[in-house]
């Protein structure tokens, strides 16, 4: 099956900050790239989502971008706000990443 | 409000109990999933159904024994579980129009299970 590495785990900006996070994935048949926002104690919520025949995309601060031969794609969130204070997950082919927690500062 | 349901939302049983979990979508998708989010684990897929066909099993043990009756109903049936299997089970549903994994997950609150 598909393998998904994340990175980092753990991820502190100060707010107005951008923050990046990548992932890379195994199968290079995978297509469908999505990123998930789960709150604490609330359930993931898919936030932005790219498929394979673009390279980025963006919805206003959150971007994401992908580099199929290469085989990861990044997630970008700019001038970041305390709300933006979450876990992030990056999937492939129903298999997720491991999980950044973003810590906003104000 | 998801169009995704769980219930119960919280469950503690015991290792020789049998209880079941049970997900509905209102949202008209044709997949359904049950994924186990543990405290130190990426989310794992264990089961998915498409058009009430289970398509997939990620060497799920046998003490979890999912069931789709129909594409809007998803249950996971639970006997002689471990402490180990204490997580939060989420449910989620998702139109693959593209093929398997295509299309946006939208999950449930998710069941909260403590095993003793």
């Known amino acids: 099956g598909e393998n998904v590495e994340q990175h980092p785990s753990t991820l502190s900006v100060q707010e107005g900050d951008s923050a990046v996070i990548k992932c890379t994935y195994s199968d290079s048949a995978s297509n469908y790239f999505p990123w998930y926002k789960q709150e604490l104690g609330k359930r993931p919520q898919l936030i932005i989502d790219?498929?394979?025949?673009?390279g980025e995309k963006k919805d206003q601060r959150i971007a994401v971008t992908l580099n199929k031969t290469a085989k990861h794609f990044s997630l970008h969130i700019t001038e970041t706000q305390p709300e933006d204070s979450a876990v992030y997950f990056c999937a492939a082919a129903g298999s997720f990443g491991a999980g950044t927690r973003l810590t906003v500062k104000p | 409000e998801t169009g995704v349901t769980q219930t119960p939302r919280h469950l503690v049983m015991g290792m020789t109990n049998k209880k079941s979990l049970k997900c509905e979508q209102h949202l008209g998708h044709n997949a359904m999933y049950w994924y186990k989010q543990s405290a130190k684990k990426p989310l794992e897929l264990m089961f998915v159904y498409n058009f009430k066909e289970q398509t997939e099993n990620n060497s799920v043990p046998s003490r979890f024994s999912p069931e789709c009756p129909n594409s809007s109903h998803l249950f996971l049936h639970l006997h002689t579980l471990q402490p180990e299997d204490s997580a939060l089970y989420l449910c989620a549903s998702s139109q693959d129009i593209r093929g398997s994994h295509t299309g946006e997950l939208f999950f449930g609150e998710g069941s909260r299970l403590t095993v003793l």
């Open positions: 790219i498929r394979s025949n673009v």
